[in-house]
């Protein structure tokens, strides 16, 4: 049981990334799963979180209008779209995962069961 998570680099502000988290085995394929990300010296803190229809989503303040998660099931992949990037977006980024399609709290670390390895992205100004 893996999350693996792709896709970040090196970029300046204003520029685009798209993380991918790849989930191993079946049973993954519907439930709810998350981006979250940590700074050095800070918390991990929640980005989105998608259900596991993927109809519904939900985004912290500060990236709604800039990021935007998708899921396709058929693959066992979730996605983070990341536009208008800013310095202050520089963290790892990690991917996570719950045990049920639909969960009650997905900003909460708490909620999740399963974790990648986190991506890198880093934002210069």
């Known amino acids: 049981v893996q999350l693996q998570a792709s896709g970040g680099g090196a970029v300046q502000a204003g520029d685009s990334l798209r993380l991918s988290c790849r989930a191993s085995?079946?049973?993954?394929?519907?439930?709810?799963k998350a981006w979250f990300r940590q700074a050095p010296g800070k918390d991990r803190e929640f980005v989105a979180g998608?259900?596991?229809?993927?109809?519904?989503?939900w985004y912290a303040d500060f990236v709604k209008g800039r990021f935007t998660i998708s899921r396709d099931n058929a693959l066992n992949t979730v996605d983070l779209q990341m536009n208008s990037l800013d310095p202050e977006d520089t963290a790892v980024y990690y991917c996570?995962?719950?045990?049920?399609?639909?969960?009650?709290?997905?900003?909460?670390?708490?909620?999740?069961?399963?974790w990648g390895q986190g991506t890198q992205v880093t934002v210069s100004s």
């Open positions: 996570a995962a719950s045990r049920f399609e639909e969960i009650t709290y997905y900003a909460l670390t708490s909620s999740y069961a399963y």
């Open positions: 085995g079946r049973t993954f394929r519907r439930l709810s």
């Open positions: 998608v259900n596991g229809n993927g109809d519904r989503a």
